[in-house]
């Protein structure tokens, strides 16, 4: 398994991940990205700062997308948190997405594995990592939690007026 920073070429391949992901979460009753989030341009955004990548198996299919952005973070702005870290540089994982067809075997968590890992090695100066998930989205908190993320606050209406989030925290230094 391993990831590699998306280009623009990429843009309609991970619209077509998150796309899935939204249809994944609509079927399982979760109103998470049911809006206009994450949206074309956004991820663009993304691509552009260097914040996107595509994650294949070992056979070169790509299998999933994810965003990790640098600090600071504005979506965090009006968490109702108890940060961990309050001072050192940061990473937000945002827009995490396993493609349907691929699911079922393991990949989300393998992705977690190799993201966690390759901030640690690459980037000593990142004393942590912070993701955010709905409160309905059960299948996320579980593997937040497997990733031993803390829970540390929850913020409202940041994606979506409607839209309720728990944030997670993991110190990696």
Not at 48 to 70: E, H, I, K, R, S
Not at 112 to 141: G, L, V, Y
Request: aromatic content about 8%.
């Amino acid at each position: 398994m391993y990831f590699k920073q998306a280009t623009l070429d990429d843009l309609d391949t991970i619209i077509d991940i998150l796309s899935d992901g939204r249809n994944q979460l609509a079927e399982a009753g979760v109103n998470q990205w049911q809006g206009d989030y994450p949206s074309r341009k956004q991820i663009t955004a993304d691509i552009m700062q260097g914040a996107a990548y595509l994650f294949n198996a070992d056979d070169n299919a790509t299998v999933g997308a994810v965003a990790v952005v640098p600090s600071p973070d504005a979506t965090y702005d009006t968490a109702d948190a108890t940060w961990l870290n309050t001072t050192d540089p940061y990473v937000v994982i945002h827009r995490v997405a396993i493609h349907s067809s691929h699911a079922g075997h393991g990949y989300a968590t393998q992705l977690f594995e190799k993201i966690i890992a390759h901030i640690t090695k690459e980037h000593p100066e990142i004393k942590s990592i912070r993701i955010d998930t709905h409160t309905d989205n059960m299948a996320m908190q579980h593997l937040i939690a497997k990733m031993n993320f803390e829970r540390v606050g929850k913020m409202d209406g940041v994606y979506h007026p409607d839209d309720a989030c728990f944030v997670y925290e993991k110190i990696i230094r």
